[in-house]
């Protein structure tokens, strides 16, 4: 397993797919179709995409394992479920919310890795992901499940519960597989589960969405998403979780020049004390890999 400490570049390899992955709140909102049906064309682009990439590059498309196959199978349906609940979080608020609550993955992340991967617990790690906890609680309205942005911020926490779950999982099987290879079978289980959405939604409108279709295919899942994954072979669950929470911060920036959304006050302390997070954590790892 690598370290950490073998350089700055697998560093910026995992703050370049947080820039990639973080258009995925702006074009969540932008795409006028069903989550349902963006989510399935997203996982379709991206595992044809890199069905491709493989085939070219020659990386083997076959587990040797069959253990190890089931695995990512399952991991490819939490990848499924987190997608559908994080879509609904973005559909039910704006970029901000939607994308501020799914980041309390963090903290979520840090007592989970332990406890699953058996590592030690990081007094540190606890703290900085408490500073996210905190942040989201900036963006919470009075809570009641009448009100819309309150119900999103629940859809967001939930799906970041299984994105961590998904990360934690996906890490073991990093540091044995190719990381476009995992994304593949991924996209491929995703795009299985969500085959009915063809016969259940209305199809006429998506001609006219191919090319933010592409742009969340291509750039967010299949690129982004799989140099995340890689990242994992680097650096802990928790680390790159920490450092993946600066997302909402390019989603809002997105969001306010392509979806003219303004951030309220509250949303700008929330982001910041996030930012305060992520930041620390980078120069942590900077400091470790020097």
């Known amino acids: 397993m690598k370290k950490e400490q073998n350089g700055i570049l697998p560093l910026l390899e995992l703050n370049l797919a947080v820039i990639f992955i973080s258009t995925s709140g702006t074009l969540g909102r932008y795409i006028d179709l069903s989550p349902f049906l963006i989510i399935f064309l997203r996982a379709l682009i991206a595992f044809l995409a890199l069905f491709i990439f493989c085939k070219i590059r020659g990386v083997s498309l076959v587990f040797p394992n069959k253990k190890d196959a089931k695995k990512v199978i399952g991991i490819g349906l939490l990848m499924a479920v987190y997608w559908l609940t994080y879509f609904q979080a973005l559909k039910l608020s704006s970029v901000a919310i939607g994308m501020l609550a799914i980041y309390t993955h963090p903290v979520i992340t840090t007592f989970l890795e332990p406890i699953i991967r058996k590592t030690g617990f990081n007094k540190i790690h606890a703290v900085l992901a408490i500073f996210v906890v905190v942040g989201v609680y900036f963006l919470v309205p009075e809570f009641s499940f009448e009100n819309q ?26 540091e044995k597989y190719n990381g476009s290879f995992l994304m593949m079978v991924q996209m491929l289980v995703v795009t299985t589960v969500l085959i009915p959405v063809l016969f259940l939604f209305d199809l006429s409108q998506v001609p006219s969405q191919w090319a933010p279709l592409l742009i969340l295919g291509l750039l967010t899942t299949s ?67 020097n």
Request: include cysteine.
């Open 149 to 174: 942005k309150t119900l999103a911020v629940c859809f967001g926490v939930g799906s970041a519960f299984i994105y961590s779950l998904r990360n934690i999982l996906i890490k073991e099987q990093s």
């Open 223 to 289: 690129v982004g998403h799989t140099m995340l994954v890689t990242s994992f072979r680097y650096f802990s669950v928790t680390t790159a979780s920490i450092i993946s929470s600066a997302q909402p911060i390019y989603g809002i920036l997105l969001g306010y020049f392509i979806l003219k959304e303004i951030p309220s006050v509250n949303t700008i302390i929330g982001g910041s004390l996030i930012a305060a997070a992520v930041f620390t954590e980078i120069f942590r790892t900077f400091k470790k890999i």
